[in-house]
């Protein structure tokens, strides 16, 4: 029973030790070079099940389970290029309401921005309106950013049965 309680002790001693050890080097550029190399690694290693279920699931689903953890941002990769093409063709026609091609194609740039900044930004935003050091300023720009995401998702969704041709 001693013999455990001193193992215990030793142990304890040796968790302080390697505590210290840890912080010394987070705070050396050894972490940055070594560390994070291969802690990188080995979570690709750990990853490679995982990405494998993921890789079987969209073979035979379509979709990955992973997909379903940001499905904007899914929607957004898988329907960014066709919309893009949509809308430098030629169309023959326009949703109803609208007065023409012209008109179509400007709310079609709405959408296409909205899914753009999505992919590049997130729900984030744009990192240059962060940098902007006057309050009411920086506020202004993220409300006017805000507002055209914003009336990107509507379009699309009010003209999602016009996406046609």
């Known amino acids: 029973m001693n013999n455990i309680r001193k193992l ?35 979570m690709n290693i750990i990853e490679i099940p995982r990405k494998i279920k993921w890789g079987l699931q969209s073979l035979f689903r379509g979709y990955s389970d992973c997909d379903l953890w940001g499905l904007n941002t899914y929607i957004c990769k898988k329907t960014i290029k066709p919309l893009k093409a949509f809308r430098k063709m030629n169309k023959f026609g326009h949703p109803c309401g609208l007065k023409n091609n012209k008109e179509w194609n400007k709310i079609l740039d709405r959408i296409i921005f909205m899914m753009d900044e999505e992919l590049k930004n997130g729900c984030w935003g744009d990192d240059k309106i962060y940098k902007i050091k006057d309050d009411k300023k920086r506020h202004k720009k993220i409300n006017e950013y805000n507002n055209k995401i914003k009336e990107g998702c509507r379009l699309f969704g009010e003209y999602f049965l016009g996406l046609w041709d």
């Open 8 to 42: 215990n002790n030793i142990k304890a001693e040796d968790d302080t030790l390697l505590e210290k050890i840890d912080d010394w080097l987070w705070e050396t550029k050894i972490v940055r070079i070594i560390y994070q190399p291969l802690r990188r690694l080995y």
